[in-house]
């Protein structure tokens, strides 16, 4: 409003003036609502901004080339090999493949001839390289013989699994699957490798069947891995995005310190599961992240401290709550004190539990009164959950789930955290970062399938070149170890 605007209301009588200035006031208190209204949201988007890899559940891949602030504490180490380390280097061989022999012709000292007189000694140098590599052509001959007797021609039989007049064997399309479903190489990479290290191209065709044929062989393997993780008293399970003829899917993993199984799928929730069919039949531990799928499931349960920790510290970050700082203090020294007492006992004792668990559920008590929970309904919209703040959803989700969160300190056997799948799932990330999706669903199955049966050898330190290639000659390794 203009000057003039104001003396002229001003002359205008009192009245006037008491009408200018409430709707002063209703002006003023209505920018300040949008004010606050601002400030809320751009705090939500500078904390948006500030996520990373380790305050909340986005993968390392998707992080800033910024420094960032590690979970772990200071230890006083130096980096680097400790003492007592045991450190490793190249070492000479005793029986080298090859020995060339360098002669003294003359000697240094005076130039007299020194042919004709025996070494009085060798000084050995060994040299480790590769040598050149050439595709090895193996011909088989059938013979044909006709019989003297009757006239009939007769043809030896060839061996199983040579069918075409030229074809590749088994250690060249275990090459490729290598090369294509574990290193994650394009097929174009594949053929430019194969001229480089081989001398020889395979089409993309042929990369492609030796994919599908490899994941026929090991359906058996990989039935036979589900009914082991089945099986198992403590399994891990996780899920990530995947994406598959341009729409989202979901890779689920189940996993185990010695066995491996993908499985994809377009849901991510109990559908998903059910279809997988390993929960449903699960009567151990589920480790997992506390997806609300999860606890539909009868069996015991194990929260992932992990991602606690991470949103403990996105709150002690961005909001400033020593609540916050308290508790990831707590759980950290709760797994120290287990990984102390583990090679000892089996169990901490009980005083000992009680007290982590009086600490615990004070802590609680204090960040709720911080963080209330909200009790009605504030706007148009009454379906659904009521709205919670991050804070208040993960201190009620660890006072509802105090068991399965602290379930680590009851049970020496169930670990502090969910690595085991998070580490087992991330390969799928860098997949996607490389093709960024699947053409086909047979193709997220396939890769899915052969990588479940790779996780599984490389965990049973079984060479991946080896196994693959046993599972094109029928007769893959991990059958007889889960048979």
């Known amino acids: ?104 012709s003359s000697c240094s000292g005076c130039g007299r001839s020194l042919k004709g007189i025996e070494p009085a000694g060798y000084s050995k140098r060994q040299v480790f390289d590769l040598p050149s590599i050439k595709i090895r052509v193996e011909e088989f001959r059938a013979e044909q013989k006709c019989c003297p007797h009757c006239g009939h021609l007769n043809q030896a039989p060839f061996p199983e699994g040579v069918d075409q007049p030229a074809q590749y064997g088994p250690r060249i399309k275990a ?48 039935e036979a891995i589900k009914d082991k993780i089945t099986a198992c008293r403590i399994v891990h399970f996780d899920e990530t995005g995947l994406y598959t003829e341009a729409n989202r899917w979901w890779l689920h993993v189940a996993a185990t310190d010695d066995l491996t199984y993908y499985r994809c799928h377009p849901k991510r929730g109990a559908s998903a599961t059910d279809y997988i069919d390993i929960l449903p039949g699960f009567n151990g531990v589920a480790i997992h992240d506390g997806w609300d799928s999860y606890f539909k499931y009868k069996c015991r349960h194990g929260l992932c401290n992990a991602h606690h920790l991470r949103e403990l510290k996105a709150i002690e970050e961005f909001s400033k709550k020593k609540w916050a700082s308290d508790m990831a203090s707590l759980l950290v020294e709760i797994k120290e004190a287990v990984d102390k007492k583990r090679d000892i006992a089996d169990r901490l004792e009980k005083d000992e539990i009680d007290g982590f668990k009086d600490r615990y559920d004070k802590i609680i008590a204090r960040g709720l009164a911080q963080n209330p929970p909200v009790k009605k309904r504030d706007g148009p919209n009454m379906r659904g959950r009521l709205k919670q703040s991050k804070a208040t959803n ?74 693959i290639q046993a599972a094109f000659e029928g007769k893959p390794f991990i059958i007889p170890a889960l048979s």
């Open 394 to 467: 993960l201190l009620l989700r660890l006072k509802k789930y105090w068991k399965e969160t602290l379930s680590f300190m009851y049970d020496f056997d169930i670990p502090f955290d969910n690595s085991q799948a998070e580490r087992d799932i991330r390969m799928a990330k860098v997949q996607q970062k490389i093709s960024g999706t699947f053409r086909s669903a047979d193709g997220a199955r396939t890769f899915c399938r052969i990588r479940g049966y790779i996780s599984t050898a490389r965990k049973n330190c079984l060479s991946v070149i080896d196994a």
């Open 175 to 222: 090459y490729a699957v290598y090369l294509n479903q574990y290193q994650l190489l394009p097929y174009d990479r594949i053929r430019e490798l194969f001229l480089d290290l081989f001398g020889t191209t395979l089409s993309a065709g042929t990369i492609v069947n030796a994919n599908r044929v490899c994941y026929e062989c090991l359906k058996p393997v990989e």
């Open 1 to 104: 409003m203009k000057r003039k605007d104001i003396i002229k209301v001003y002359n205008a009588g009192p009245e006037a003036v008491i009408a200018l200035v409430e709707g002063l006031v209703k002006i003023i208190d209505r920018q300040g609502e949008d004010i606050a209204d601002l400030k809320k949201r751009i705090k939500a988007l500078e904390d948006r901004l500030s996520q990373n890899s380790t305050n909340s559940n986005r993968p390392p891949s998707s992080d800033w080339p910024t420094k960032k602030r590690s979970l772990r504490k200071k230890t006083g180490r130096s980096p680097g090999g400790q003492k007592g380390h045991k450190g490793s280097n190249l070492k000479m061989v005793e029986g080298p493949d090859s020995i060339n022999v360098i002669g003294v």
